[in-house]
Every structure is written in C-alpha cells, then in structure tokens.
C-alpha cells in the first residue's frame, strides 16, 4: 500500500478532478467512502429528488473549506493536503468500508484528524477506481489553528506498513528517506503520450550516474553528459563558482516550448553537484602498472579491465562481510553501483539489458543514512574508469569470458550487500540488493553459456586417470556440503577441466584451489563449480575464454617487445614457470 502525499490551494479544482473523467476516461464511478462526520454531502452519488452534480460539488468544496475562510489571513497559502493510497496490483480489491477505515486511520496517523477529537480538520475520501482512494483534507482545524504535522509521509508510510499487516495485503519495504524521487503522474503520462519507455527523470537519473562513473575531474563529468546528448547547464554564484547543475533531455518541453530541466538533486539525493564533488574529491588508483591491470598485458583492453575489476570486486565482497566499519562498507557499495553502471553501459548487447536492469536496482542500495568513508573507494572507481576508456566488449571470445568472470563476482558482492543491509534494517536497500543479483544471474548465464560449454567438453575429454586424480582433489579441499551441492560426477567437467590446465601452467592445482576457496565464503554461490573455475582462472591468468589465444600486439611495439621477451624467458632453458602461490609441497606439473 503506497501512500503519495501532496499540497495545493485549490479545494474545489481537486474535486473536480477528483469527481472528472479523469485524464484517459480512467475515473469510475467516483464516489466518497468516508468523510469528517460521515454526512458530507457526495456529488457523486447524490440521492436528493433533483439532484445538481456541479452543485453539490460546489456544496462540498464550500464545506471543506469553511474553517479555512474563518482563519482569514491566519490560514496556510498551501492549505489542501492530498494524498493517495493504492494497494498492489496483487492485492485483493477492498471494499468501500474497508477503504473508509484507511482513510481513518491516516488522518489519525499525521494528526489531521485524530480519533475523538471534535476541533479535528475536515476531509474526504473518494474511490474513483478499484485500487485507490484519494484523501482530500483542508489543514485549519475547528478551532482555527494549524495542525501539527511534522514528518507526515513518514507517519503515513508507518501507518500503511501496520494496515497491510493487519488486512492481510502485500507487505512493501519500509522506506527511510534516501530513495530516489519517483515520477509523477503528470510524467509518467507526457512519456505514454509522447511515446517514451519511460518517464523522463528516470533516463535522467541513469544518464547522469554512467556519466559520473570513474569520471576523474567535474569537467570530465560535465563532457560526458553532454557527449550522452544530454542538455546541460549550471548554476553560478556572484564569484562565477558552480554550485548546480541542470539536465534536460533534447525534445522533452514543455507547453511553452522550453527545455523541461530537471536539477541533479531531485534526480537522486547523491547526484547533487556538492555530493558529485565529494566523490570526486578522492580521484582514482593509479593504473600504470600491470599488476593493476590484471597482471599481463596482452589481453585485449576490455578483457584486462574486467579481470582487474573482478580482483577488486573480490576485496569489496570481503569488506562488506567484515562487518566492523559501517562508514567503510557504505563507501563500497558507492563503488559498487559505480562500477555496475560501467558494465552496463559498455557491456555486450547479449547482457545489456539485465546488466542495466541490475546497475539500476542497486541505485537503491548505494544509500542509506550510513555515512559513507569514502577513502577506500578509489580502486572502484578506478576499475571502473578503466571499463568505460577501454570501450564496449564483444560477446564473444575473451571479452565474453571475462564479462561472465566479473559478473559471477559481482553477484556475490550484491548477495554479501543485501546481507550487510539487512542486519541494519535497510529493507529497500536489501531487496534492491537481492533484485540487483537477480538481474546478475541472468546476465552471467548469458555471458557464460559458450565458455563454460567450451571447459566442460574439455574435462568430459581429458583421460580418466587425470579425471579422477583432479576429482580427488576436489574431494579432499572442498568442504563436505560443497562436495554433494556440486554433484561430483555431473556438475565438475569445467572445474575439473580448469585444474588440469592450471597444472599444465605450472600451479600447484591443490594449493590454488584452497587459495580460491578461502578468498571468501562460497554459501551464497548459485553454483560453487562455477565460482571456483572463474576463480582459478584469473588468479592463474588463464583465458576466459578456453578457446580463446590472448591477443599478441604489433611488431615494434613496446608491448611486443615485452611480450616478446617474456616469450624467450619462457623459452629459456634454465627458466622454470613460476607459479602464484608459493608453496614448498608444490607437486611437479603433470606431463
């Protein structure tokens, strides 16, 4: 049960909505369900032997505001409260009487009206539809004074949640003030009419959150809104300091003809341009290094990004489950949304869709009233630069795999996210989290489907005396709940398939699967198989992509000539391939 609370002047113009056609014929039947004393007259249903709608309307408007025209000049301007109450699309339909005890026990609930108080201000309920009445009160009470009203929408959403309870309707998430604003009516209809998917400050408040990730500087941020098509403008002070900003989309005007803007904080409370600043104020990690960049340097630069970024994803994962500095992981999950809406918007037109869908729902979870630290951000914000400067991945190939790599992580940073807000309290925030790895899951099956079909044909093909070797340890370092989830003799071809060429690189295959095992908890895992081979196979800088030959650069490149020179060291007849985990028990690869 939604409640949406707004105010007004015009008394007699709401009602003539109200009791109208509405704006699409969608108004039926209108009729009043409940009203200050129970005898206020109905322009809807009015029984008198001649009966004048427009009349009785006019009756009903003059009563509603008599105590308003008494005050005189000690009245509010704003002096209309309005708020609509719809239930859920999958509630069952209440009636008039029920309806009439909604209404009630709102005006109660913000102390409009509260029960047994005779100076109570004067209000109506009307049903114009199946699912929703609209309360009409006028804010003067019987005694000519204003009505203490502090943090009314607060109060109603609290009095929906114990209704819904109590009537056995849908339960909806508690909000706590950080959401984003929702769209109005009158948006949502213009989008319908002028034929948009959506309304406006919807795209908006998506246009600007991939333009602000991994931007560096407040310039940078600004080009790339305006490289998105948006319309742009800010707002100075006498010094010629910014101090806003407002977007609009091209085409979206008004009835004068001009650009509908929309400012930056009332896109999202985190998108105002002094928050936007604060995020920016930490920069980004330094990236020059290999080992910043996912350690080699002839993956194709969308591939390298997205395994750097799944190393640093993992560490996010691993904060959020430490669960003993708030400020910290509610700066994590700032990078987090950062880094999703990187994806998304560079991500490969198979997984677009879901990828958008789960950066859009964990918008939600990025805020809370937890102060955010934002001093370990940087790394986050840094992979995600790298995602959006190394442009669009192919489906295919390496980009593909390493796509499916970091998305296999980032559903587990969004499940270790619902869990850290759900032990706060945060329901929004939770279920955003917990939708957010939906969208996850569907998007890495996408992503994974031809890699991982490549890895389980090689393990089905490897000989059964190597099979059972790598099943052996799968055995013995998998925990025993883990051992019967996977389904040893089915579910293990591609991880199996994995240890084999992580041996043949020169590994330790045992002593990198427990280093895999312990980089976090694997009980939240859809598949543990799964998890452990994308695993294994960036910590051991295999491909994604099984198939797949990193890409060599040009002769005459710097590139080439360290790529070449590591080729001959390979070569070397005293070079030994060293492995990444240093381990004295270190079995000799399998020939």
Not at 6 to 12: A, I, K
Not at 256 to 263: A, D, M, R
Not at 385 to 402: F, M, S, W, Y
């Amino acid at each position: 049960m939604v409640p949406k609370i707004r105010r007004g002047s015009r008394t007699h113009g709401l009602l003539v909505y109200l009791y109208g056609p509405g704006k699409r014929d969608e108004h039926v039947d209108p009729h009043l369900v409940g009203s200050w004393d129970g005898f206020a007259p109905d322009p809807g249903r009015d029984t008198s032997p001649d009966p004048d709608p427009k009349g009785t309307l006019a009756r009903l408007a003059a009563t509603l505001d008599l105590r308003v025209k008494q005050a005189g000049d000690s009245a509010p301007t704003q002096h209309v409260w309005h708020c609509s109450v719809r239930t859920d699309p999958g509630d069952r339909m209440l009636s008039d009487a029920e309806w009439n005890i909604v209404a009630r026990r709102l005006v109660h609930a913000v102390n409009l009206a509260p029960e047994g108080d005779p100076d109570g201000c004067r209000w109506v309920a009307v049903r114009h539809a199946d699912d929703h009445i609209h309360i009409l009160a006028t804010m003067v009470r019987g005694d000519l004074r204003r009505p203490r009203m502090n943090y009314d929408f607060k109060k109603a959403q609290a009095e929906c949640r114990r209704i819904e309870k109590e009537m056995g309707l849908r339960r909806l998430k508690p909000g706590d003030g950080t959401g984003a604003k929702t769209p109005t009516s009158a948006e949502r209809f213009k989008a319908e009419r002028t034929g948009r998917p959506e309304a406006p400050r919807e795209t908006l408040r998506e246009a600007v959150r991939q333009a602000l990730a991994g931007a560096a500087t407040e310039e940078e941020f600004f080009t790339r809104l305006r490289e998105a098509g948006l319309r742009v403008k800010t707002r100075t002070a006498p010094s010629g300091d910014a101090i806003g900003y407002n977007v609009a989309l091209p085409g979206d005007r008004n009835r004068h003809g001009e650009p509908v803007w929309y400012p930056g904080s009332k896109l999202a409370p985190d998108l105002s341009l002094p928050k936007i600043r604060l995020r920016l104020a930490d920069g980004t990690a330094d990236r020059s290094t290999p080992s910043a960049t996912g350690g080699r340097t002839d993956w194709s630069p969308p591939a390298r990004e997205r395994r750097s970024a799944t190393g640093i994803a993992e560490r996010s994962a691993a904060l959020l489950a430490r669960d003993d500095d708030d400020g910290e992981a509610a700066a994590q999950l700032v990078g987090v949304g950062e880094l999703l809406d990187a994806v998304a918007q560079t991500s490969p037109a198979a997984t677009r869709t879901e990828l958008a869908a789960a950066a859009r729902a964990f918008e939600r979870a990025t805020r809370s009233h937890v102060r955010a630290e934002r001093a370990d951000t940087r790394a986050l914000r840094s992979a995600a630069r790298g995602i959006v400067q190394a442009g669009g991945a192919l489906g295919r190939g390496e980009d593909g795999g390493t796509t499916a790599m970091l998305v296999s992580t980032l559903v587990l940073v969004t499940l270790a996210a619902a869990r850290w807000h759900s032990a706060r309290g945060h329901a929004q925030q939770a279920h955003a989290s917990r939708q957010a790895a939906a969208h996850l899951r569907t998007a890495y099956h996408q992503a994974a489907a031809t890699p991982m079909r490549a890895l389980h044909d090689q393990g089905r093909a490897l000989p059964e005396a190597q099979r059972r070797t790598h099943v052996a340890t799968l055995r013995a370092v998998l925990p025993e709940k883990d051992v019967r989830a996977s389904g040893m003799a089915t579910r293990t071809d591609a991880l199996v398939a994995t240890l084999a060429q992580v041996e043949q690189a020169g590994h330790n295959s045992e002593a990198l699967l427990r280093q895999a095992i312990d980089m976090r908890e694997l009980d939240t895992a859809e598949d543990v198989n799964d998890v452990l081979v994308w695993r294994l196979r960036r910590i051991a800088q295999l491909p994604a992509h099984p198939g797949e030959v990193p890409r060599r650069p040009q002769v005459g490149t710097r590139q080439a000539r360290t790529s070449t020179s590591r080729t001959s060291e390979r070569n070397a007849p005293a070079a030994a391939p060293r492995p990444v985990v240093s381990d004295p028990n270190r079995r000799p690869p399998r020939r």
